[in-house]
């Protein structure tokens, strides 16, 4: 990596529907992790228009939660600041980063 100032803000999971979307958001809650939907970003384009956000650092919690509920998550998507901008970075399912280590 260059010098470029990358600080996490947020991660994104993206959904085919809007009805999974609303699954994931319950699911989170009552697992007592703090998300809420938001509508993905444009420059995301991914899935229904609806996406949970949450710390990066519950996105492995809520991968396996969703993975246990059946809810499909189509695209992941790490919002950064970088060098003072913030971008959106595609990333893969927390679950594969984990099973990798």
């Known amino acids: 990596m260059n010098n470029r100032l990358q600080i996490p803000d947020f991660m994104l999971a993206s959904f085919e529907t809007a009805h999974d979307a609303m699954h994931a ?3 989170s809650k009552e697992a007592g992790i703090k998300a809420r939907l938001i509508p993905t ?4 384009r991914a899935g229904c228009g ?3 956000r949450m710390e990066p650092e519950a996105a492995a ?10 809810v499909k998550v189509t695209h992941w998507t790490l919002s950064a600041t970088i060098a003072g901008r913030r971008q959106f970075i595609g990333q893969q ?5 984990r099973e990798e280590e």
Request: hydrophobic share 50%; proline share 8%.
């Open 50 to 52: 609806l996406s949970l």
């Open 93 to 97: 399912s927390p679950l594969a980063a």
């Open 61 to 70: 919690a809520v991968a396996g939660i969703l993975e246990g509920e059946g």
């Open 41 to 44: 970003p444009e420059t995301v």
């Open 25 to 27: 958001e319950q699911a």
